[in-house]
């Protein structure tokens, strides 16, 4: 079975209209996806969330409804993952909703299978992270810990993830690393952004240098 063959049951969640019909019109775009309900705000969607138990929530996220997104973060653990679709916020901000739940953030550009690959690899259990919020969480982060390394290397990698390290530190574009792993290359994307946000890297030659400094690969 390929990962387009499971129907993931969506909420979607934005403030506007337009926002609400144009999320729902870009998921309907794949096969993948069902929207299961919509609301207006993080805080009406707890509702829906509990009656509906959807596989994952999208939240288009406004810049006053960051409190509100990491409370629903909070509320849907037990339920379903969220991930947030808006501007890259400050990283307190960005901190505070990962640490109160939050599955997954992509930035307001990203395409339909983008966000689809996204929802996919979430409801598998996964965290997704696009590259700049990764890479702003890695320059953002003030805590140095042993050997300077950032404390984001504290949350340790998956095995997914470890392989994907593998295959960039042999200099594999993700093209070739999604066949190698018989993934999308936007998920293989996902994967190289969580890697570069858990060892505090900025790049991917930095991500591999720290990873063989810390024996977590062997060149």
């Keep these: 079975m390929s990962e387009h063959d499971v129907t993931i049951r969506v909420l979607v969640v934005a403030r506007q209209p337009m926002a609400r019909a144009g999320l729902r019109g870009l998921l309907a775009e794949r ?5 299961v309900g919509q609301a207006g705000s993080p805080e009406q969607a707890v509702e ?8 994952v929530v999208l939240v288009a996220l406004h810049p006053d409804e960051a409190r509100e997104t990491s409370l629903l973060g909070l509320v849907s653990r037990s339920v379903a993952p969220v991930v947030a679709l808006g501007e890259l916020p400050l990283v307190p901000a960005l901190r505070a909703l990962l640490s109160a739940g939050l599955r997954g953030f992509l ?8 966000i689809g690959a996204a929802l996919n690899a979430v409801a598998q259990g996964l965290t ?34 470890r392989e994907v390290l593998q295959l960039l530190a ?20 996902f994967h190289v952004g969580a890697i570069l946000a858990k060892l505090g890297a900025t790049s991917r030659t930095e991500a591999v240098t720290r990873a063989v400094r810390q024996g977590l690969i062997a060149l």
């Design 31 to 35: 096969g993948d996806l069902y929207v």
């Design 48 to 55: 829906p969330l509990t009656e509906l138990a959807p596989d």
């Design 107 to 114: 930035l307001p550009d990203a395409t339909a299978d983008e």
């Design 128 to 161: 997704v992270l696009a590259p700049a919020v990764g890479s702003l969480l890695a320059v953002g982060n003030p805590v140095v810990v042993a050997d300077g390394l950032t404390a984001a290397e504290v949350e340790a990698l998956t095995e997914r993830e």
């Design 170 to 189: 042999v200099g594999l574009p993700n093209k070739i690393i999604a066949a190698r792993l018989q993934i999308s290359e936007h998920t293989v994307k």
